[in-house]
C-alpha cells in the first residue's frame, strides 16, 4: 500500500508556471505507475498525465500535451507536475494517483487528498 502527499498548488496568473509534488510513502514506491488527475468546480474528475514505474513512457490528456511535463525521482519517492502556460480552465483540484496492478491508463487504486491550483484571468 502506498499514502501519497500533494504539494505545489497556489494562485496565479494565466501564462505562470506552477510545479505540483506527490511524495509516497513506502519502499516501493518504484513499482507504482503514478498519474495526475483533476477535477474542476461542477465537473467530472479526469486525467491528466501518468507515468510509468520507470519513468520510461508517459501519457497526456490533450488539453495538457506540450504545456504540462510529469516526472519521477525513485530515490525521493516523488513524482512531479511542471505545469507552464498555465490557463483558467486549468483551475481544478489537482489530485495524485498510483497504481501497483494497472497501467497509466488506470485505474489507479491510491489517491492523494489533493491540493489546489487556480489561474486568474
Known amino acids: 500500500q502506498v499514502q501519497l502527499l500533494e504539494s505545489g498548488g497556489g494562485l496565479v496568473q494565466a501564462g505562470a508556471s506552477l510545479r505540483l509534488s506527490c511524495a509516497a510513502s513506502g519502499r516501493t514506491f518504484r513499482h507504482y505507475n503514478m498519474g495526475w488527475f483533476r477535477q474542476a468546480p461542477g465537473k467530472e474528475r479526469e486525467f491528466v498525465a501518468g507515468?510509468?514505474?520507470?519513468?520510461?513512457?508517459?501519457n497526456y490528456a490533450d488539453s495538457v500535451r506540450g504545456r504540462f511535463t510529469i516526472s519521477r525521482d525513485n530515490a525521493k519517492n516523488t513524482v512531479y507536475l511542471q505545469m507552464n502556460s498555465l490557463k483558467p480552465e486549468d483551475t481544478a483540484v489537482y489530485y495524485c494517483a498510483a497504481t501497483y496492478t494497472y497501467g497509466i491508463d488506470g485505474p489507479y487504486e491510491y489517491w492523494g487528498q489533493g491540493t489546489q491550483v487556480t489561474v486568474s484571468s
Open positions: 507515468i510509468t514505474w520507470s519513468g520510461g513512457s508517459t
